[in-house]
């Protein structure tokens, strides 16, 4: 939960991530204070004598909530004054609209700089947004009266208040917990539920008295701690006084404000509207917009870093909306969830549950089970005493997903527009809720909807990530994890500079990017990314950009970084019918360059250097296997691989590398294969430069494991060499080969292990003997057996009709 009031994180600050954003502000109200005696509340248009009713609340409480309605009801005011950015004053129609659905926030941005932007969050059970709605519905007069947006997003670094809040945080204070330690509790939050939450079946019948009473605990603290480390507020406050006084001129008394409880002291103590004014003097300024967007649940929670939130924002909603018995209703919600979940939960179950905690609630002295008893009788009953499902209750009932939604005419930059347009039209709904869809290129839709996503990361705004699929792993399928957050809002207005539609927005992005960009690599991974977004418009300026960085760049590092890259878009290419005929030109000039520059490139590297170059070798080698009409070029590949192999100046890890893509593509035979490793493992050869040659050979996930299984001269090599090598020089190859040999799976070690253990001239003896359970030779006979089965899967052309 929330302070009294909104913490100093609340002030509206830029969005790059979930971050504190400034809301209206809380609500309390005491034990340890006498309850006023009730009175009667004027009705409409009865001037109260007295100023205005202020009913000082709590952000996000659904017992304040209950109380500013029938506060509300009884006093029927002619104008309801909320605390709240006034340029909303204009959006407050829509929040009568029926597709309004809360929670919900208003978004206030820099009109220049969209990234410096600030929420004001609105729950079903927020009193302020039960204010709106009352205002709206009997013709009352609605505005915010707090510091204008304007202000707040001109100060990020606020020089306004006297510094103490910046440099001396531990001097805040919050008022909620000094009330609850006044009043005996420990919990501040256990303290709110008693008196509060609670309680609102047995309050007063003056509706108007639980508002008294807080304004006075509030009284006392401001007057023992002042602004209580918020020196801001002072200026909140001056202008809220303004406010009030400007409206009592228009209504006279019959006015009631709702603000946070601790600034009713502010506003209830007499001072003269040019004191007020002279603390406004000077203060920035900025043009701002500000429209509706929607919330989610998970957003108002105290962990997700906002300043106001609150730990249960899905419990709190259930108290608001069940009309009877909410313990009994929020144990059915319960079983309902654990039952989705293949969990045993019976009505018995449910029952017990609810007598548990009414039960605890008795014992605990309490007026009736609170979220800690339901949690406490939902973890004895339904959970057997384990956290573990308990937590998925936390996690989708406590706190919960949902997401709000607002009117299609809400004001919105063109971009968000055309986004949600699309969002409609492709049936690819935003939701706060983390799921994950399968993308089948093939069909228009979903080719379509992987655009959009594309598109979208081009512009910063991760709705979608794309995840390694369950299914299929074809180029024409993707996986994506999609989970819409309220701060993509911004986001989207950050892209809006670039264009009105995500097309233009997104090609616009990245052209500029291409000029931007330095290295080699982010223009072939821009290229890459512009394929997948559909951005043919951009490919020009991308290639262009891509041209005169590869003509510049002559390290094969660099360029081997980029080549990968450029073959996964010629094979995108063809699955998304885009034309990549330009591209296969670059990536070829590309691949013949790194094939006449790698062997010098090889030579007088260090360890680490040759690790990185092992790397690229692999990268490129795949990579030249994805290239159209690669044959000629895959020979002379070849061809520079083996002139490595062979050459002693280069580091061991990579002339083993060459070695094994030259044996694995059948480019080298078996025989000749060991006689490169009989020379790397000989005796002359420094242990430190064979056990590097041995990791580059058989190390990795490259398959090392099988193929020493499978050719035990290789093996016996190996093992010669390992038992040959002196005590001191192992100690320092051993690490080598520990990262080498733990890459294998268990199954591979133990064989291994076996093979070795039957002795290095075993076999040298019986070379044709293979692997324990495999035969010397394929079977063909039994091969043949799968082939009616491959046809079925693949098809008789894949596959053919026969041997």
């Known amino acids: 939960m929330t302070a009294l009031r909104e913490a100093p994180t609340q002030t509206p600050t830029p969005i790059p991530a979930p971050t504190p954003t400034p809301v209206p502000a809380p609500v309390a109200a005491p034990t340890s204070v006498p309850a006023p005696t009730p009175g009667r509340v004027p009705g409409r248009g009865e001037r109260r004598g007295d100023g205005p009713l202020v009913l000082g609340v709590r952000h996000h409480g659904p017992g304040s909530a209950r109380a500013v309605r029938a506060a509300l009801d009884a006093g029927r005011p002619a104008a309801v004054l909320i605390e709240g950015p006034p340029e909303a004053d204009g959006l407050l129609e829509l929040a009568a609209d029926e597709t309004m659905r809360p929670p919900v926030a208003l978004l206030a941005h820099a009109v220049d700089d969209p990234g410096r932007s600030a929420f004001w969050p609105f729950a079903a059970f927020s009193p302020e947004w039960v204010a709106i709605r009352w205002a709206l519905a009997h013709g009352a007069a609605v505005r915010f009266i707090d510091l204008p947006a304007a202000h707040t997003l001109a100060a990020t670094d606020p020089t306004w208040g006297d510094g103490d809040e910046e440099a001396h945080p531990e001097l805040r204070i919050d008022p909620i917990a000094e009330l609850a330690q006044a009043a005996g509790y420990d919990d501040s939050e256990r303290w709110w539920e008693d008196v509060i939450e609670l309680r609102v079946a047995n309050a007063t019948a003056d509706p108007t008295a639980p508002f008294t009473a807080l304004a006075e605990a509030m009284g006392a603290l401001r007057e023992a701690y002042g602004h209580g480390g918020h020196a801001r507020d002072l200026v909140r406050e001056a202008y809220m006084r303004l406010q009030v006084r400007a409206a009592r001129k228009e209504f006279g008394d019959d006015v009631v404000v709702v603000c946070g409880a601790w600034h009713v002291p502010a506003l209830s103590r007499k001072t003269t509207a040019t004191a007020d004014r002279a603390l406004l003097k000077g203060l920035p300024k900025v043009k701002t917009g500000m429209t509706w967007v929607p919330w989610t649940h998970r957003r108002l929670a105290r962990r997700s870093g906002y300043g106001a939130g609150i730990d249960a924002p899905g419990w709190y909603d259930h108290l608001f909306t069940a009309p009877d018995r909410p313990v009994e209703r929020w144990m059915t919600k319960v079983a309902g969830l654990l039952r989705a979940e293949d969990r045993l939960v019976s009505s018995a179950h449910v029952i017990e549950a609810v007598r548990l905690a009414e039960t605890l609630a008795a014992m605990r002295g309490r007026p009736l089970a609170g979220l800690g008893e339901t949690t406490d009788a939902v973890r004895a009953v339904m959970c057997d005493g384990s956290d573990v499902p308990l937590d998925l209750v936390r996690d989708r009932l406590v706190v919960g997903d949902v997401l709000g939604e607002v009117p299609a005419d809400a004001p919105a930059v063109p971009l968000q527009r055309d986004l949600t347009r699309l969002q409609r039209s492709l049936r690819l709904k935003p939701e706060a809720a983390e799921r994950e869809v399968e993308l089948d290129l093939r069909q228009e839709n979903d080719a379509a909807r992987s655009r959009l996503l594309h598109r979208l990361r081009l512009l910063s705004v991760g709705w979608g990530e794309p995840v390694a699929g369950r299914g299929s792993t074809g180029t024409f399928r993707e996986s994506w994890r999609l989970r819409w957050e309220p701060e993509l809002h911004v986001r989207v207005a950050e892209a809006g500079v670039w264009g009105t539609t995500v097309a233009s927005a997104a090609t616009a992005r990245a052209e500029s990017r291409a000029l931007e960009a330095t290295a080699l690599a982010e223009v072939t991974s821009l290229a890459e990314r512009c394929l997948l977004a559909g951005l043919g418009e951009a490919l020009p300026a991308v290639m262009r950009a891509l041209a005169d960085r590869a003509a510049l760049d002559t390290d094969v590092g660099h360029l081997a970084q980029a080549l990968p890259a ?85 580091p061991g890890v990579i002339r083993g590398r060459a070695a094994r893509l030259l044996l694995d593509e059948g480019r080298l035979g078996e025989d000749e294969a060991a006689r490169l490793m009989g020379l790397a493992l000989s005796p002359v050869t420094p242990p430190a430069d064979a056990a590097a040659w041995i990791e580059g050979f058989v190390g990795g996930a490259s398959g090392g494991g099988m193929l020493l299984l499978h050719d035990e001269r290789l093996l016996a090599l190996v093992d010669d060499w390992l038992t040959g090598v002196t005590g001191e020089a192992f100690t320092d190859v051993l690490p080598l080969l520990r990262r080498t040999f733990s890459a294998y799976g268990t199954g591979v070690r133990r064989t291994l292990g076996e093979l070795i253990a039957r002795g290095p001239s075993a076999a040298a003896t019986r070379p044709e003997a293979g692997v324990p359970g495999f035969a010397a030779h394929l079977d063909e006979e039994r091969a043949d057996g799968v082939l009616p089965v491959m046809r079925l899967l693949l098809g008789d052309d894949l596959v053919g009709v026969g041997r």
């Open 566 to 650: 450029l073959a996964r878009s010629l094979r995108y290419g063809d699955v998304r019918a885009t034309d990549t005929a330009a591209l296969a030109e670059v990536a070829a000039g590309l691949a013949e360059r790194i094939r006449v520059g790698l062997p010098p490139a090889c030579t007088g590297l260090d360890a680490d250097a040759a690790t990185e170059m092992r790397g690229h070798l692999d990268a490129v080698h795949t990579a030249l296997g994805l290239l159209p009409d690669s044959a000629a070029l895959l020979d002379r590949w070849a061809k520079a691989l083996r002139g490595i192999a062979g050459r002693d100046s280069v």
